[in-house]
């Protein structure tokens, strides 16, 4: 059974920091590019950060660029969303996503809600 799995949301005041973790199972996840997305109320899903499979490549929203930054750890099936500097309108849940490399087979996480408020 496909799983993703985030961790690490929570309430955290602007400027502060965050890291959040998403763990795969039930797929070849080194097969898998990964992505966050994150939704706000009343607004579509949007891309966040993305990385290939390998971990080489990264590509980041231009809202994030510079105090995000995503990484990978494939013998730990992990993907992560390191979040600095955060402001009140990164307020929103966020997902991972795999997509396989070549077929685009998608999976989504749960989702893992992140608060940025004084």
């Known amino acids: 059974q496909v799983q993703l799995v985030e961790s690490g949301g929570g309430l955290v005041q602007p400027g502060g920091s965050l890291r959040l973790s998403c763990v795969g199972s039930g797929f070849s996840f080194s097969n898998y590019d990964m992505s966050w997305h994150r939704q706000a109320p009343g607004k579509e899903r949007e891309l966040v950060a993305r990385?290939?499979?390998?971990?080489?490549?990264?590509n980041y929203a231009g809202s994030v660029q510079g105090r995000f930054t995503i990484s990978r750890d494939n013998a730990k099936s992990t993907v992560y969303l390191d979040m600095n500097s955060l402001k009140p309108e990164d307020t929103a849940e966020y997902y991972c996503?795999?997509?396989?490399?070549?077929?685009?087979?998608?999976?989504w996480g749960q989702g893992t809600q992140v608060t940025v408020s004084s």
């Open positions: 990385i290939t499979s390998a971990g080489a490549i990264t």
């Open positions: 996503k795999a997509a396989h490399r070549f077929t685009w087979t998608a999976y």
